[in-house]
Nanobody
Framework: QVQLVESGGGLVQPGGSLRLSCEGF????????LSWYRQTPGKDRELVAY????????SYADAVKGRFTISRDNVKNAVYLQMNSLKPEDTAVYYC?????????WGQGTQVTVSS
């Protein structure tokens, strides 16, 4: 059974940093595009950052451009999200996703809370 496991969430003050990790089990990340999404209560899940497979091209939501960086390590079968200059509005549950054509695998989510 494929499993994606996120870690690295927590409580941080505004202006602080966190690094989220997502490790895949029984799935080869090298074949998949990888993304980070986030969701707050009562709202739809939104795409935060994306990284492609071969070229490793990246894209970001406007709200996080210049502050967040997505990266991948196909040897470790992992994807990361470095989050800097965090704001209270970044508070959400963050999910990683691995996608290949019509196949999508999701992690269970990790809570990020930005508050003083």
């Amino acid at each position: 059974q494929v499993q994606l496991v996120e870690s690295g969430g927590g409580l941080v003050q505004p202006g602080g940093s966190l690094r989220l990790s997502c490790e895949g089990f029984r799935v080869s990340f090298s074949l998949y595009s990888l993304s980070w999404y986030r969701q707050t209560p009562g709202k739809d899940r939104e795409l935060v950052a994306y990284i492609g497979t071969i070229s490793g091209s990246t894209s970001y939501a406007d709200a996080v451009k210049g502050r967040f960086t997505i990266s991948r390590d196909n040897v470790k079968n992992a994807v990361y999200l470095q989050m800097n200059s965090l704001k209270p509005e970044d508070t959400a549950v963050y999910y990683c996703k691995a996608a290949l054509v019509q196949i999508n695998y999701w992690g269970q989510g990790t809570q990020v809370t930005v508050s003083s």
